[in-house]
């Protein structure tokens, strides 16, 4: 929607959606790769609920996320910045 936009040479705006489910078959990360390269403005939004689709259930209990995404969220999330701007909106 990004390119067709600048394409136009419009100026709407673009959000997307993506669910952390969505992350686990690739498309998603080939989407973001692409807006990198082309430089499209557009505002993603990550609906993490700290699992994907999948079952991450043990026989222990849930199992934790793990991987570099769910680290550098964790990471972003427990920053003194993020968390003012969590508080104001």
């Known amino acids: 929607m990004a390119v067709g936009r600048d394409l136009l040479g419009k100026n709407n705006h673009v959000i997307v959606v993506i669910g952390d489910g969505a992350m686990t078959a690739g498309q998603a990360y080939e989407a973001m790769n692409n807006d990198g390269f082309l430089d499209s403005n557009l505002i993603i939004?990550?609906?993490?609920?700290?699992?994907?689709?999948?079952?991450?259930?043990?026989?222990?209990?849930?199992?934790?996320?793990?991987?570099?995404?769910?680290?550098?969220?964790k990471k972003l999330q427990s920053s003194r910045k993020f968390q003012q701007l969590h508080q104001t909106a």
Do not use: E, H
Not at 48 to 55: E, P
């Open 45 to 73: 939004i990550l609906n993490d609920k700290n699992q994907v689709s999948l079952l991450t259930t043990t026989v222990d209990g849930p199992a934790p996320p793990v991987g570099a995404l769910s680290k550098a969220l």
